[in-house]
């Protein structure tokens, strides 16, 4: 438990840390302009991390292995990340490769902290 606590904090802290980066990159380079929707990207990792917690007390209040809850957490976040990034394209449209651009990388900086943090449980169960 320690451990995911551990986990949430520093996740939230990459999030934050990104977002921060977001927004020196746009003072610094004028010209990129930063579209105010592009700061629903961390907020919605932010969500993720209250979906993955969820589904995370709701495999452990069963019972249920950690295992589990990986296989059920990768294909929700899949499928929030695509009706999230529809809906972007779908309703705003503006800066589209502006977005995808940010959620790409706020995508894959957090994709690399969970991948680590689930191989060193992995290591540590076995």
């Given at each position: 438990m320690k451990q995911y606590k551990r986990f949430v904090i520093n996740y939230l802290n990459i999030d934050c840390q990104l977002a921060v980066i977001m927004v020196i990159v746009g003072y610094l380079f004028p010209r990129i302009?930063?579209?105010?929707q592009l700061?629903?990207?961390p907020l919605f990792f932010a969500v993720l991390l209250a979906v993955m917690s969820l589904i995370r007390s709701i495999v452990?209040?069963?019972g249920k292995s950690l295992q589990l809850f990986l296989m059920i957490y990768r294909p929700v976040k899949i499928m929030l990340t695509l009706?999230?990034?529809?809906l972007y394209m779908f309703l705003v449209?503006?800066?589209?490769?502006?977005f995808v651009v940010v959620f790409a990388v706020f995508y894959l900086a957090l994709l690399v902290?969970?991948?680590?943090?689930?191989?060193?449980y992995e290591a540590k169960s076995e």
């Open positions: 302009q930063l579209q105010i700061f629903s990207v452990i209040k069963k009706a999230f990034l529809l449209r503006e800066a589209l490769i502006q902290y969970e991948t680590r943090y689930f191989v060193k």
